[in-house]
T-cell receptor, first 115, second 112 residues
């Protein structure tokens, strides 16, 4: 079945550590996105990528980094510079990447907790 | 960036009743989308309505769009306990070519 796989489902990070969240899709979608969700708030855009080897910052990119070396994969690294990383992280994709005219397909999310 | 805001923040109804959620946005859009999120899960795309459409149906879902009032509504008819979830509206972001801006959502509780 086609879809988006996020791993791990739960992740614990110690202070000062970098951690990487995985996002893989087999939908042949061109565009991929990372959103952060905090309790009581909507989704906030971290980074997005419309094609391989290209990505743009979203509204809250500070403390995060991404890569898009393959069409299927869009990993997100939460660096030590992100001071409040505890949140639910959602990866999404769609195609074609034109003016949001097609709905997103979301993964099931990764819950990151700082310990 | 423009943003959809859902109303009410929370809604509690009995099975069999209808549930109506509203979304307001700030600037002109070419489409508006509704998503559902079950607790602790990813979002699921429900329906997309284009700016030249006034109403759209999908099963027990009915979405309306009033571009003059910059508002949309999602009606779920004959609600079931399985409809318990948070519902979000999303609109294309001005600055992003393909990005969406999501509201804070309406949390719907359907009791048996």
């Amino acid at each position: 079945d086609g879809g988006i796989t996020q791993s791990p489902k739960y992740l614990f990070r110690k202070e000062g550590q970098n951690v990487t969240l995985s996002c893989e899709q087999n939908l042949n979608h061109d565009a991929m996105y990372w959103y952060r969700q905090d309790p009581g708030q909507g989704l906030r855009l971290i980074y997005y990528s419309q094609i391989v080897n290209d990505f743009q910052k979203g509204d809250i990119a500070e403390g995060y980094s991404v890569s898009r070396e393959k069409k299927e994969s869009f990993p997100l690294t939460v660096t030590s510079a992100q001071k409040n990383p505890t949140a639910f992280y959602l990866c999404a994709s769609n195609s074609p990447p034109g003016r949001g005219v097609n709905g997103y397909t979301f993964g099931s999310g990764t819950r990151l907790t700082v310990v | 960036s423009q943003q959809g805001e859902e109303d009410p923040q929370a809604l509690s109804i009995q099975e069999g009743e209808n549930a109506t959620m509203n979304c307001s946005y700030k600037t002109s859009i070419n489409n508006l989308q509704w998503y559902r999120q079950n607790s602790g899960r990813g979002l699921v795309h429900l329906i997309l309505i284009r700016s030249n459409e006034r109403e759209k149906h999908s099963g027990r879902l009915r979405v309306t769009l009033d571009t003059s009032k910059k508002s949309s509504s999602l009606l779920i008819t004959a609600s079931r306990a399985a409809d318990t979830a948070s519902y979000f509206c999303a609109t294309p972001t001005n600055s992003g070519y393909s990005t969406l801006t999501f509201g804070k959502g309406t949390m719907l509780l359907v009791s048996p």
